[in-house]
């Protein structure tokens, strides 16, 4: 049961929140949300670590090992992003958060850091895979049968339709 809360991006499993002061919602979501980075910045120094001792680990096995992390927590990074958005109609007739019934959705002051740092999270989520579609592309212009990566934009427009938006912008 540990590896599939690993793979949903459960921080609870890892036990970080004895290492902050307090257990707060807020706090346990930005860390949710850091699980991926902090996994492209291991890559990041992986890499540097094995070009210091002269090991050859070229720069396209890191993207590729980027491109295998984010297709296998994909649909676990979107549903993490999109949480806060998801809210329920509880028995005392008020909405509550479906990942934390605790926190009233739209009226606490918790709920409105969760969508602050959802919105900032969902930009940069489509930003990355926008990255990742024009290194395709430039990959692509010098092997052609590279792909284009064009199912990036598309899924990050089916992740914004999903959420119930009608405006899906990105970069």
């Given at each position: 049961?540990?590896?599939?809360?690993?793979?949903?991006?459960?921080?609870?499993?890892?036990?970080?929140?004895?290492?902050?002061?307090?257990?707060?919602p807020?706090?346990?979501?930005?860390?949710?949300?850091?699980?991926?980075?902090?996994?492209?910045?291991?890559?990041?120094?992986?890499?540097?670590?094995?070009?210091?001792?002269?090991?050859?680990?070229?720069?396209?096995?890191?993207?590729?090992?980027?491109?295998m992390?984010?297709?296998?927590?994909?649909?676990?990074?979107?549903?993490?992003?999109?949480?806060?958005?998801?809210?329920?109609?509880?028995?005392?007739?008020?909405?509550?958060?479906?990942?934390?019934?605790?926190?009233?959705?739209?009226?606490?002051?918790?709920?409105?850091?969760?969508?602050?740092?959802?919105?900032?999270?969902?930009?940069?989520?489509?930003?990355?895979?926008?990255?990742?579609?024009?290194?395709?592309?430039?990959?692509?212009?010098?092997?052609?049968?590279?792909?284009?990566?064009?199912?990036?934009?598309?899924?990050?427009?089916?992740?914004?339709?999903?959420?119930g938006?009608?405006?899906?912008?990105?970069?």
């Amino acid at each position: 049961m540990a590896a599939m809360s690993v793979l949903v991006i459960n921080v609870d499993v890892f036990r970080v929140t004895c290492l902050v002061v307090d257990d707060n919602p807020v706090t346990k979501f930005a860390l949710q949300l850091m699980v991926y980075p902090m996994f492209l910045f291991v890559l990041g120094v992986v890499w540097v670590i094995a070009r210091k001792i002269n090991r050859q680990l070229h720069l396209n096995t890191i993207f590729n090992l980027i491109g295998m992390l984010l297709l296998g927590f994909f649909i676990s990074l979107t549903l993490t992003v999109l949480s806060p958005f998801q809210c329920m109609r509880s028995p005392c007739d008020f909405l509550s958060e479906v990942s934390n019934p605790v926190i009233a959705c739209w009226t606490s002051g918790d709920h409105t850091s969760l969508i602050v740092i959802s919105i900032v999270g969902a930009l940069l989520f489509c930003v990355h895979l926008n990255l990742d579609r024009r290194r395709r592309s430039h990959i692509a212009s010098r092997a052609p049968t590279a792909s284009t990566g064009l199912a990036a934009t598309a899924s990050c427009l089916i992740a914004l339709d999903r959420s119930g938006t009608t405006t899906g912008w990105y970069i």
